[in-house]
């Protein structure tokens, strides 16, 4: 008997071995390999004979961590939870809507709201930058004028340019959590509905004591992805406000445009490194703090 | 079972495909060394020039000429392997340095005598040149020049100081129409301004030298003509205010030419204004454009390598050159032709070319960029005091230097 | 009677404020539509209509004429298919034991996986190029579908086990006893209940596959082996070469493929992603 019980936990590895062995290969060697790197000398004077030189870089990186990294963690932290609290809500909404009965429409509705999902991001990134916010020629400003306002400059002041990324990042947002929200309202029970119906909840009382907590679990692990990377988010930041040549003067950074800035430019690769490896750990801590962690539906 | 085996297939598959692939499918063309493949990241119109001359090589040499995106940052990953770097790679002369240290490249005179190198304009050469050693083969230089629409700006009109420039500003800028625009924030453009106030952005000897009180000055004057200019820095919006005739004048690539051309514009080109302080003109960096060689091609391949160094050294690619996009030939001996010498662009970047400044092409370059970019967003842009601008981006930039170590 | 009269009210209020707002989400889009379409060759202009005032297709022309647009579309269709298999091979068994079975390191594993999201990737490409480079993986194929496969494994896992979980034990038990094998009651059982979510796994690899550029334009080498997101990236303009409206009209042309699988996937998708319930 103890024999087959050991034979059942090998199959299920066996079973869950190709998944793993292509996650440990593309996802696990690189952070291995980058903790690596980053006990070592690897620049631009060193890119072949590179030698061990134990926790200097870390050091290096945490006297660097100044102000300015002060500065940009918190905006990093506001960041992620006013795109999140926003990715939601809207979704929320949106999903809530999509499913009132009745609507013939809705497959057309939701092809076109997940649109931006089929472009890559730098694309659209782009689209927004010159397309909508540019002063001189941007539909934004064509409109002002239109109504009979001078040119804004939507990029270059601080608040300014924050909520233009943020709407940027809901709107290449949005498309995944509709999805996967519009997936879970579909799980939901109806007879749970019609009962509390009968007990006279209103649609207030229903979303928040039966249609929250249903579909909580579902949306948990895609909405802890989706956590870590808004944290992460470089491209809408950089590609909109920070670019060489294009900085529009407003002083943004999240917390992974300040780390390009002020160290994966110098080509130290070993410096570089130790930078990615502290974010890591302080996104986990992060994580940890505010006890994000999926729940298991089958325990 | 069934599932078993496709999961066990999957995993056998996977595991041949990397076995297999080890042996066979790297590029053939590495191990040939009758092939040499050049990465590029030029405009169609150079790369056919070039494609065309270097075919008279066939069958002896087979060149391919690739052009690949983010190729700085390619080389800096395959630059070491063989299997997968170029031969060559034809770019602007700034990222020597960082190759140079890296040691993935060869110095040209491990190729080419040095003495064949002389008919090559000094500048050109000097850029070429890191830690003593010559590590490109120069083709043609480019440098910004100062252009006007003649349908507002009369030839007699054109600003020979930047004083007449700040007038002639100060009385067309109006309504969405701008008397003189440029990249004002975007370091390769306003490095002109600091060169010409005789501030150095990167010293010789890789040291940030942003604090100076040339470039102090610099910024400041700057700054008034900054404030008669659009909100944006980037490309786009300069280049179309200027080809959509929105504005009189700019400073700008000579590859803007042929867009405004084609859109109809009688474009004139003039000499870069003198700034009125210093008595010298607007001082723009000068960019060579030439051909680098890998150290694993010059060691296994030498021979093709100097058969397509040679086409590129005849002075005849550079005329073609010069006609098909206006790239101004590094080859002295070219501006004795009437063909160059009737070439208005290219003829007025030699002239440039006399007070322009090289860029630098050390490492500590690559960080500069940022840095600059940042201070010049910090004063024309966010209105920040300028000698505390200049100073924390001289901190920053000692700094990233450091950490460059 | 009054009833029906306020849910018709209330649906035509619905349906009007859709319409308004995929107007507002598509306005970038309509904006690269109306650029590809228009003759006045910009990405900027004074005076920009929605509708092109001088009309051309001559954009798309080029786009199909002068780049090998084709090819790529058949690299990206290689590229994106064995992707999808291979995820859909590893990733389903692997979902289906974390979901239904426990044996130790179960949790931790699942729990470490979601964690790696938090690494940021900036710097892993030269990690994996050192990984594939020695294999002889760079510069083909299968070195590209390891590196999506791998990407979004996890994702897949997570996934999949989420909807495996809502899918009642109590099916598979009453297989087990008339005597069917793990392998027989995923393949017969529970795969044609998860359709759903294996659509939309297989969407969300697609997508991944089909906008990826950095590995694509990195990892190889040369134009013939382009996807169309690497070719797409080559075809963007800088200030010295490049032409935004052709560039417009490739990326209305790459995002056609997936907007048709997004319609044609779309009543697998709203039971797919997550949960579900039961209802085949």
Known sequence: MKESKRQQILRCYAWAAPSLLLILMIVIFPILYTGYISLTNMNVYHWT?????????????????????????????????????????????????????????????????????????????????????????????QWMAKIGHGPVRWLNGDMSAFWCCTLVNLWLALPFMITIIDGALQSIDRSFYESAVLDGANWL??????????????????????????????????????????????????????????????????????????????????????????????? | MKKRVISLLMAVSVMTGLTLSGCGNTSSAASDPSTIVIWHDKEDAVAEVLQEQLNTLNPDVQVVLEKKSDLTESLKMVGNDPNSAPDMYIFAHDKIGVYAEMGIL?????????????????????????????????????TLLFMYNRLYMKDDE????????????????????????????????????INGFGGQILDS????????????????????????????????????????????????????IPTVKENGMDVGVAAMPTIDETGTPIAPYMGVQGVQVLRNAAEKKHDSVEKVLRVLMDPEVEVKLAAASGCAPANESCYDLDEIKNDEVVMMMKQTADHAVPMSNRPEMDV??????????????????VTESVKSAQAQAESLIESMR | MQ???????????????????????????????????????????????????????????????????????????????????????????????????????????????????????????????????????????????????GTEAVFALWNMKG????????????????????????????????????????????????????????????SDTYTLAAGLYSLQATEMSGNWPIFAAASIVVSIPILIVFFALQRNMTTGLTSGGVKG
């Open chain 2, 205 to 256: 000897d890789g040291n940030a030298n942003l604090d100076s009180t040339e470039v102090i000055d610099a910024l400041n004057y700057h700054k008034k003509f900054v404030e008669l200019m659009p909100g944006e820095t980037e490309y786009a919006t300069v280049n179309t205010l200027f080809s959509s005739g929105m504005a009189h004048a700019t400073i700008a690539g000579p590859w803007m």
């Open chain 3, 3 to 149: 009833r029906k009269v306020k849910s018709i009210v209330g649906l035509t209020v619905v349906n009007v404020f859709f319409i308004l707002l995929c107007f507002v989400t598509l306005v970038p889009i309509l904006y690269a539509l109306s650029v590809s379409l228009n003759a006045n060759n910009s990405l900027l202009s004074v005076d920009f209509s929605f509708i092109p005032k001088a009309f051309t297709l001559a954009n798309y022309k080029a786009v199909f004429v002068d780049e090998p647009i084709m090819l790529w579309l058949k690299n990206s269709f290689v590229l994106a298919v064995s992707t999808l298999l291979i995820s859909l091979g590893t990733g389903i068994p692997a979902a289906y034991v974390f979901s239904r079975k426990t044996f130790p390191g179960r949790k931790p594993i699942l729990r470490t996986l979601i964690l790696l999201y938090a690494f940021p990737s900036l710097l892993s490409m030269t990690a994996l190029y050192k990984l594939l480079s020695p294999m002889g993986l760079i510069n083909t194929k299968l070195g590209l579908i390891i590196v999506y496969t």
């Open chain 1, 49 to 141: 004979n590179y030698t061990f030189i134990g926790l200097k870089n870390y050091a290096d990186a945490l006297l660097v961590f100044d102000n300015g990294f002060l500065k940009a963690l918190g905006m990093t932290v506001v960041w992620t939870i006013v795109s999140m609290v926003l990715q939601l809500v809207v979704a929320f909404v949106l999903a809530s809507l999509l499913n009132i009965k009745g609507l013939k429409l809705k497959n057309l509705y939701k092809t076109l709201l997940i649109f931006p999902w089929a472009m890559p991001g730098y694309v659209s990134i782009l689209l927004w930058k010159t397309g909508m916010f540019n002063s001189q020629f941007g539909l934004l400003n």
């Open chain 3, 163 to 222: 909807y495996f979980d809502t899918i009642p034990y109590e099916i598979e038990e009453a297989a087990m006893i008339d005597g069917a094998s793990p392998t027989q009651i995923v393949w017969r059982i529970v795969m044609p209940l998860a359709k759903p979510t294996i659509a939309v796994t297989a969407m969300m690899v697609l997508i991944y596959v089909w906008n990826e550029y950095i590995f694509a334009v990195n990892f190889m080498t040369g």
């Open chain 2, 368 to 385: 500069m960029w940022t840095v600059l970019g940042n201070l010049l967003t910090d004063v024309n842009m966010s209105d920040k005091d």
């Open chain 1, 205 to 299: 009382e229903r979303t928040f004591y039966i249609t929250v907590p249903m579909i909580k679990p579902i949306i948990g692990p895609s909405v802890v992805i989706t956590v870590f990377t808004t944290f992460k988010q470089f491209d809408v930041v950089y590609l909109l406000t920070q670019q060489v040549g294009a900085k529009t003067g407003a002083d943004i950074h999240t917390i992974m445009t300040y780390a390009y800035e002020n160290a994966f430019i110098t080509n130290n690769y070993g410096y570089s490194s130790a930078v990615s490896i502290i974010i890591f750990v302080m996104l986990i801590l992060f994580s940890v703090v505010i006890n994000m962690k999926p729940k298991e539906v089958r325990d």
């Open chain 2, 158 to 193: 054109v600003p020979t100081t930047t004083e007449e420039l700040y007038q002639y500003m100060q009385e067309n800028t109006a309504g969405g129409h701008y008397g003189f625009v440029e990249q004002h924030s975007t370091p390769y453009y306003a490095a002109g301004w």
């Open chain 2, 106 to 142: 060869s110095p040209i005179t491990d190729i080419i005598p040095q003495e064949e190198l002389d008919v090559y304009m000094d500048e050109t050469i000097d850029a070429a040149t890191y830690k003593g050693e010559i590590y490109q083969l120069p083709i043609y230089y480019e």
